[in-house]
Antibody, heavy 118, light 109 residues
């Protein structure tokens, strides 16, 4: 089992770009691993943002695709998320998670809260 | 996009009782592509069930999943105090968005 740790600025101004990092530690990584970003506005439900594979394939939620970029480093142990043109509606707890097959999110980080405010 | 509708929104029960939570998909979902999560305040979601009925590692057998057509059910046979939480269902599809979640059911005492 891996451990996931998200980090980010906590507070972002409207129209700015959010940058978050997820560090993957422990366990062994597989070529079949996929890594997702998921967010949860305070007191609300979960929204899948997108995913990246071990090999670098990427899928985004169409609702966010125009503003979102997911990437990873060569080691596969640092997953990044960028969200452009942030608004108050993007205020949420942002999680990274590992997807496995059959499709499910097996491991989650503890999440990082991002507030959009001037 | 497949929409998952969970019911009820809130379920009020007592320890020892049986809980039945529903998740209805707006269109056909492969049984293998439906999962359930438990989320407690201040914590990340925890995987309970995948493949509609397979318990994740370490999940007690009082948790069970079933399905009929587009209707999926999470049953907790005898509620323990630690089971009071919010429960989400999640599906995977080949069309975007690949993953969607239900809006959640709050299980309260």
């Amino acid at each position: 089992q891996v451990q996931l740790q998200e980090s980010g600025p906590g507070l972002v101004k409207p129209s700015e770009t959010l940058s978050l990092t997820c560090i993957v530690s422990g366990g062994s990584l597989s070529s079949s691993d996929w890594w997702s970003w998921i967010r949860q506005p305070p007191g609300k439900g979960l929204e899948w943002i997108g995913e990246i594979s071990h090999g670098g394939d990427i899928h985004y939620n169409p609702s966010l695709e125009s503003r979102v970029t997911i990437s990873k480093d060569n080691s596969g142990r640092q997953i990044s998320l960028k969200v452009a043109s942030m608004t108050a509606a993007d205020t949420a707890l942002y999680y990274c998670a590992r997807n496995v097959w059959p499709p499910r999110f097996d491991d989650w980080g503890q999440g990082t809260l991002v507030t959009v405010s001037s | 996009e497949i929409v998952l509708t969970q019911s009820p929104g809130t379920l009020s029960l007592s320890p020892g009782e049986r809980a039945t939570l529903s998740c209805r998909a707006s269109q056909s979902v492969s049984r293998a592509y439906l999962a359930w999560y438990q989320q407690k305040p201040g914590q990340a979601p925890r995987l309970l069930i995948y493949d509609a009925f397979t318990r994740a590692t370490g999940i007690p057998d009082r948790f069970s999943g079933s399905w009929s057509g587009t209707d999926f059910t999470l049953t907790i046979s005898r509620l323990e105090p630690e089971d009071f939480a919010v429960y989400f269902c999640q599906q995977y599809g080949t069309s975007p968005p690949r993953y969607t979640f239900g809006q959640g059911t709050k299980l309260e005492i």
